[in-house]
T-cell receptor, first 112, second 111 residues
Framework: DQQVKQNSPSLSVQEGRISILNCDYT??????FLWYKKYPAEGPTFLISISSIKDKNEDGRFTVFLNKSAKHLSLHIVPSQPGDSAVYFC???????????FGTGTSLTVIP | DTAVSQTPKYLVTQMGNDKSIKCEQN?????MYWYKQDSKKFLKIMFS???????INETVPNRFSPKSPDKAHLNLHINSLELGDSAVYFC??????????FGPGTRLTVT
């Protein structure tokens, strides 16, 4: 039973444009959400997070939006750069635990 | 300095063997994890462990066992390896409920 879903396995965007990566979850107890970026042959690296008390968190070119009623979050990258090409995972956690549930990832390609 | 390290990076072994993957973190975190990324790229938690509690994902076969000699290490032992165990295994660490720092992964191939 997959509690965190990323329904788009891949996304291609022109350099300079906005990349929007989406993530849906089913567990209403989740209250902390993260995005990770993964290059081939490396482990995921933390990118940005958001707590359920917020609906937006911004860090430079990266902004995460949370819609609790829809159980949906999205990561916006603007402007997109070729170095952003990677697999992006969203993850979610409930406040009780150390367990994070990951989506299956979206492979982003930024075309120069 | 590498924050979370794993050894070996690649491991090729035959069915039925017993193997271990080592993980070390120098971040002072009190919680460590093991994840399995299967052929469908699904990153699934296997264990989370701190000095008080081991949480085991119920879908993990008991052939897999985490062993923590100290707070900075969480090794993964796998007995009687099967073909389906072939995957990339990631170690990670965190402070409770915060972002996790991942190791580079160990690609296990069972033949």
């Amino acid at each position: 039973d997959q509690q965190v879903k990323q329904n788009s396995p891949s996304l291609s965007v022109q350099e300079g444009r906005i990349s929007i990566l989406n993530c849906d979850y089913t567990n209403s107890m989740f209250d902390y959400f993260l995005w990770y970026k993964k290059y081939p042959a490396e482990g995921p690296t933390f990118l940005i997070s958001i707590s359920s008390i917020k609906d937006k968190n911004e860090d430079g070119r990266f902004t995460v939006f949370l819609n609790k009623s829809a159980k949906h979050l999205s990561l916006h990258i603007v402007p997109s750069q070729p170095g952003d090409s990677a697999v992006y995972f969203c993850a979610a956690s409930a406040n009780t635990g150390n367990q994070f549930y990951f989506g299956t990832g979206t492979s982003l390609t930024v075309i120069p | 300095d590498t924050a979370v390290s794993q050894t070996p990076k690649y491991l090729v072994t035959q069915m039925g063997n017993d193997k271990s993957i080592k993980c070390e973190q120098n971040l002072g975190h009190d919680t460590m994890y093991w994840y399995k990324q299967d052929s469908k790229k699904f990153l699934k938690i296997m264990f989370s462990y701190n000095n008080k509690e081991l949480i085991i994902n119920e879908t993990v076969p008991n052939r897999f066992s985490p062993k923590s000699p100290d707070k900075a290490h969480l090794n993964l032992h796998i007995n009687s390896l099967e073909l389906g165990d072939s995957a990339v295994y990631f170690c990670a660490s965190s402070r409770k409920a915060y972002e996790q720092y991942f190791g580079p992964g160990t690609r296990l191939t069972v033949t």
